[in-house]
């Protein structure tokens, strides 16, 4: 079993459409869950953090953990084309020295006009 | 203006042929790391550095080489590059290398192993 599972897509939607954005772990020793968001020929970008299941919110997004399903997902509302990028998510051990990020292979989204 | 720089943002190389891809940041950020990213392998991490003289392996560090001299500077070395290390290479940085810091991306350095 693969440690991190995310699906490639690509994704692609209407303007305003709410997007679902997934991924699978199977590391128990994750404790730490974000999400980054890469435009096209650039570095990524750190979108969301969290460290507990449950929901967090941020303007459009929300991210959301299930550490007992071990599934994360990142929901983006209202969604516009300058959504349109690629989406990791990432993990982690811990927050102290120990700081090695796994990331998913990421989703490519259209958010078309 | 905070920023991770790279340089080269493009290289063409052969086999063999020593190179060196150079970070550097100007927000004192103790935390470095290095990342390859191929299509359908997603992004990896290569060497990390939590601080000057202080680096340890990631996931894939066969093939490379690091140092941490100075703080604001964490070259990629590459002794003997080989054509399965062409790929797009991002330098980050953080703070202190906690997972809830932002993690800073350079542009990316593409390369090409001949």
């Known amino acids: 079993q693969k440690e991190v599972e995310q699906d490639p897509g690509p994704l692609s939607v209407p303007e305003g459409a709410i997007v679902s954005l997934n991924c699978t772990y199977s590391n128990s020793a994750f404790q730490y869950f974000m999400w980054y968001r890469q435009y096209s020929r650039k570095g990524p970008e750190l979108l969301m953090y969290t460290y507990s299941s449950g929901n967090k919110e941020d303007g459009r997004f929300t991210a959301q953990v299930d550490k007992s399903s071990k599934y994360i997902s990142l929901f983006i509302r209202d969604s516009q084309p300058s959504d349109s990028a690629t989406y990791l998510c990432a993990f982690t051990n811990g927050g102290g020295s120990n700081y090695k990020l796994t990331f998913g292979k990421g989703t490519l989204l259209t958010v078309n006009p | 203006e905070a920023q991770v720089t790279q340089n080269p943002r493009y290289l063409i190389t052969v086999t063999g042929k020593k190179l060196t891809v150079t970070c550097s940041q100007n927000?004192?950020?103790?935390?470095m790391s290095w990342y390859r990213q191929d299509p359908g392998l997603g992004l990896r991490q290569i060497y990390y550095?939590?601080?000057?003289?202080?680096?340890d392996k990631g996931d894939v560090p066969e093939g490379y080489k690091v140092s941490r001299k100075e703080k604001r500077n964490f070259p990629l070395i590459l002794e003997s590059p080989s054509p399965n290390q062409t790929s797009l290479y991002f330098c980050?940085?953080?703070?202190?290398?906690?997972?809830?810091?932002?993690?800073?991306f350079g542009p990316g350095t593409r390369l090409l192993v001949l």
């Open positions: 550095s939590m601080n000057v003289e202080v680096t």
């Open positions: 980050a940085s953080s703070l202190t290398g906690l997972a809830k810091e932002t993690q800073y």
């Open positions: 927000m004192n950020h103790e935390y």
